[in-house]
């Protein structure tokens, strides 16, 4: 047996269902495993794993000890933005007319990209959101969201003009922040950001050029070459 593929009739091809709340995922040799519990009595060689319910019975696999490398039991409790669709994107691109083109204003919208978590730590990395200036994206927030966790920082670090960033729960303003190349906090780049949405049933995430401090400071040609942020590892808590 090469493997198992289980099908549901309410997820497209290809994708990713989200998880419930109280699933585990498993690292195993190639790949990994949703579950929702496991167990390994001390005098019992192998995990019995319980996959979920089928007829009203819970149905479960055994699978030796050597095989799982990993247990995850936070992994249902958090959910990955990068990989939840959101419900709107509208994006601006400021090449007036230009943005008549479908190439040209693909490149502008929000792009899912993976990066480092340090500099000295190259092989483990983070899903993160490339978001460009003139943006906005708006998520449908589960019932049980309790916190949202992400890093903000410039993804340009090249770029003369700083981005201003808001967060919007519900049409509440819950943050708005610069992000430039001098932002660091807790001795990382960027600014960390940890917000109460209990009870929130959207999310809104609005990214624009940052408006020059007086008007003979630049001309207006200089915000256009903010660089677009790097929205790291965004994640729901539940």
Not at 108 to 125: E, G, N, W, Y
Not at 217 to 226: C, E, H, N
Request: charge should be neutral.
């Amino acid at each position: 047996l090469a493997g198992v593929c289980w099908l549901r009739s309410e997820t497209k091809p290809g994708a990713t269902p989200e998880p419930a709340v109280n699933d585990i995922l498993l690292g195993l040799p190639g790949g990994s495993l949703r579950c929702r519990r496991i167990s390994r009595p001390a005098s019992q060689a192998d995990w019995t794993i319980e996959l979920g319910t089928l007829a009203g019975k819970a149905a479960t696999v055994s699978l030796p000890a050597i095989a799982v490398h990993s247990i995850d039991y936070a992994f249902g409790r958090q959910i990955d933005l990068t990989s939840r669709p959101p419900l709107s994107t509208s994006v601006e691109p400021y090449f007036t007319d230009l943005a008549a083109d479908d190439t040209l204003r693909s490149y502008f919208h929000p792009r899912v990209v993976t990066q480092p978590v340090s500099d000295r730590d190259q092989a483990d990395s983070v899903p993160g959101l490339l978001v460009r200036p003139r943006t906005e994206i708006i998520w449908g927030l589960p019932p049980d969201s309790r916190r949202l966790q992400m890093r903000l920082l410039p993804a340009n670090t090249a770029a003369i003009s700083p981005a201003v960033i808001r967060i919007d729960v519900d049409g509440e303003e819950r943050l708005q922040a610069t992000i430039g190349r001098a932002t660091t906090t807790d001795g990382r780049p960027g600014l960390p950001v940890n917000l109460d949405i209990h009870g929130g049933r959207k999310l809104r995430l609005l990214v624009d050029f940052a408006k020059p401090a007086s008007a003979d400071a630049v001309s207006t040609a200089v915000p256009l070459l903010g660089g677009p942020v790097l929205i790291q590892a965004p994640t729901i808590e539940r």
